[in-house]
């Protein structure tokens, strides 16, 4: 698979915002728009919490690979992945090759924010302590979002027009 420099790919952890500063920035490209977790969902009929519970987290990543390669194939797309999209080798292989990868890093405590009403997210759905698997999930994927990403952008405490902005100005 050789470089598609035309396909924008965020990666980052639950909460970052990739869904949101995909939407805005395939808007104003003028591209499509796609999330892996939405693909997921539209191709099983099923929420992520019914696959995490049927199939368990390997059952959800090997359909999440899937996905991820179909998608990375296509042009000029937005593409937000899921959280833990890079865990696998594989992914991250796909990744590097898929076009520019934006890492939209965050603070825990703004990560805790912005999941704090989410009933969608099966690795907190069970936690007791959600700072605590936040953190931990955060600390285990830094290293895997920096090795895909082509640009780390901090969002923490940046307005979303500031985060598209600096993505555009790397294009």
């Not at 970052?16 to 939405?38: E, I, Y």
């Not at 995490?52 to 959800?60: L, P, V």
């Not at 703004?110 to 007791?128: D, G």
């Amino acid at each position: 698979m050789e470089l598609n420099s035309k396909n924008i790919v965020l990666v980052g952890p639950m909460g970052c915002g990739k869904t949101t500063v995909g939407r805005r920035l395939a808007s104003k490209l003028n591209q499509d728009f796609f999330d892996t977790d939405h693909e997921i969902i539209n191709k099983t009929g099923v929420s992520i919490d019914h696959i995490f519970d049927i199939e368990g987290e390997e059952g959800f990543r090997q359909r999440e690979s899937e996905v991820l390669e179909s998608l990375c194939d296509m042009n000029n797309i937005v593409l937000a992945t899921g959280g833990g999209v890079v865990l696998l080798p594989q992914n991250r292989l796909v990744l590097k090759s898929a076009g520019l990868v934006v890492y939209l890093s965050s603070s825990v405590e703004q990560l805790l924010r912005r999941t704090a009403k989410s009933k969608t997210r099966p690795l907190l759905e069970n936690s007791s302590d959600r700072q605590k698997t936040i953190t931990e999930i955060v600390n285990a994927r830094d290293k895997y979002y920096r090795e895909v990403a082509t640009i780390v952008i901090d969002t923490t405490g940046k307005k979303l027009n500031e985060v598209i902005d600096i993505i555009m100005n790397d294009l």
